[in-house]
């Protein structure tokens, strides 16, 4: 069900979990600002999901609010596992779904890597 991206950080969301430990997570990479694993319903072959470790709603949250060096540090977990999944080559797409309209469905900024194969064009109804 999408979220409402404007609401206070929900400190019980599954993301929210993950980071403590409390659900397990395939993790790809990890560090002091971001931590990235599989997703359990993939949409590519390869499709993983970076999140910041502060406790962000969304994009429009986390570039209102975070520091820079969160910011910075996010953005190079992004490409650091972009680059050891080996996408950078071939290509891949990067996703962050903002709010309702966009179908957000966890309260917490999460960016989508997808790659593996031919992804085609982002094609909009």
């Not at 989508?112 to 992804?119: D, Q, R, S, W």
Request: charge should be negative; hydrophobic fraction near 45%; include cysteine.
């Amino acid at each position: 069900m999408p979220i409402d991206a404007t609401l206070p950080y929900d400190d019980q969301n599954i993301f929210a979990k993950i980071l403590r430990g409390e659900i397990p997570c395939k993790k790809v990479f990890e560090d002091d600002w971001a931590l990235a694993f599989h997703d359990i319903n993939p949409q590519a072959p390869t499709h993983v999901l970076v999140i910041p470790k502060g406790a962000y709603v969304s994009w429009d949250d986390f570039s209102a609010k975070a520091s820079d060096a969160e910011i910075a540090g996010f953005v190079r977990a992004v490409g650091h596992v972009a680059r050891a999944l080996g996408l950078v080559e071939p290509g891949y797409r990067l996703l962050a779904n903002i709010g309702m309209d966009s179908h957000q469905e966890v309260p917490h900024l999460h960016v989508h890597i997808f790659g593996g194969k031919p992804l085609g064009p982002m094609l909009m109804r």
